[in-house]
């Protein structure tokens, strides 16, 4: 394809909470004069788009688009440090001292919070099935007993008690090890690097990350993933827990995080990692349309071809 890029770069809606809560937050601390990367360059260093694995659940097995040893804590890590820049991580022990280091912290700048338990954010539809699903916000001040908060889930300036916010924040619920109360505040750059010196930091990291071991794993990752998947889809019957989740979820975030990867490394020449990456988005796609029809047999076939393609791409980014 000429002219345009063989991947058109994708915005809109789509559960990327915690770049769209650091892109928010770049465009407000005092940390550099130079422009910041986009929502998708952030995803891309965050790591995240290399790697899926397939975890079980009363409903079926369910498809995660991400690497299994990177939570969003590390992911958002990984990109702040390719940017050049450290900020503070405080791990408060209780809701006190929580609230005390919040004012302090809100002096300088808004605060990154999370992760947060969505069950308990009431303002999200079907909140009540949401626990254990992970969230990330900016908060932007404390108004008497009341907490404002960006949320990058569709809720801008968005107000609610703090006892509300706090059992939120909490995050009980969570499936990944984290600490309750985190933020995240203060950055500050120690270098500026160039679009390309950011890349080079990022590059090691995606390589470790798809690198990683897809072997007899308790939890099935890579292809073994992908194909283990295929079948559950291909055998049916399909739970509609299980076809909700990959519907409004797991297939549509991986297509985007896989396009978001895919501009990102055509911008930096690698070709052939891009070209996959961008098969891999459209096969989703593909997947989600097939299980909108109810198409199990479908949905198993695009699977089946996404198991080769994450092969072939493991082996394009670890030459």
Same mark, same amino acid.
């Given at each position: 394809m000429s002219g345009w890029e063989a991947v058109v770069p994708y915005e809109g809606n789509s559960p990327y909470c915690y770049s769209n809560a650091l892109r928010m937050c770049l465009e407000t601390w005092r940390a550099s004069e130079s422009p910041w990367p986009s929502v998708g360059v952030l995803e891309t260093l965050s790591t995240m788009p290399f790697g899926v694995f397939l975890q079980p659940s009363p409903a079926g097995p369910k498809l995660f688009f991400s690497p299994l040893s990177v939570d969003p804590d590390l992911g958002l890590e990984r990109a702040v440090d390719s940017l050049g820049a450290r900020w503070r991580t405080e791990h408060p022990p209780g809701p006190v001292q929580a609230r005390g280091l919040l004012r302090r912290a809100l002096e300088e700048g808004p605060v990154l919070a999370g992760p947060l338990d969505m069950s308990s954010l009431p303002y999200h539809p079907g909140h009540e099935q949401l626990r254990g699903v992970d969230h990330y916000v900016v908060i932007t001040g404390l108004e008497g007993d009341r907490i404002r908060?960006?949320? =990058?889930? +569709?809720? =801008?300036?968005?107000? !609610?008690?703090?006892?509300?916010f706090f059992e939120a924040w909490r995050a009980e619920g969570i499936p990944f090890p984290h600490h309750p109360y985190t933020f995240r505040w203060e950055l500050r750059r120690t270098l500026v690097p160039s679009p390309e010196e950011i890349f080079q930091r990022a590059l090691p990291r995606i390589v470790e990350t798809v690198r990683m071991d897809p072997g007899e794993r308790a939890v099935p990752v890579g292809p073994r993933a992908?194909?283990?998947?295929?079948?559950?889809?291909?055998?049916?019957?399909? @739970?509609?827990?299980?076809a909700s989740f990959h519907?409004?979820?797991?297939?549509?975030? #991986?297509?985007?995080? @896989?396009?978001?990867?895919?501009?990102?490394?055509?911008?930096? #020449?690698?070709?052939?990692?891009?070209? !996959?990456? #961008?098969?891999?988005?459209?096969? !989703? +796609?593909?997947?989600?349309y097939a299980l909108s029809l109810s198409d199990g047999p479908e949905v198993a076939r695009t699977l089946d071809a996404l198991a080769s393609v994450e092969e072939r791409l493991r082996s394009a980014l670890s030459a």
């Open positions: 908060i960006q949320d =990058p889930g +569709g809720y =801008p300036e968005m107000i !609610l008690p703090q006892g509300t992908l194909r283990e998947a295929a079948e559950a889809f291909r055998q049916g019957p399909i @739970s509609p827990g299980m519907a409004r979820f797991a297939f549509p975030l #991986g297509a985007r995080r @896989s396009a978001d990867a895919a501009v990102f490394l055509r911008r930096f #020449g690698l070709a052939a990692g891009a070209d !996959l990456l #961008g098969e891999k988005a459209r096969l !989703l +796609g593909e997947a989600g």
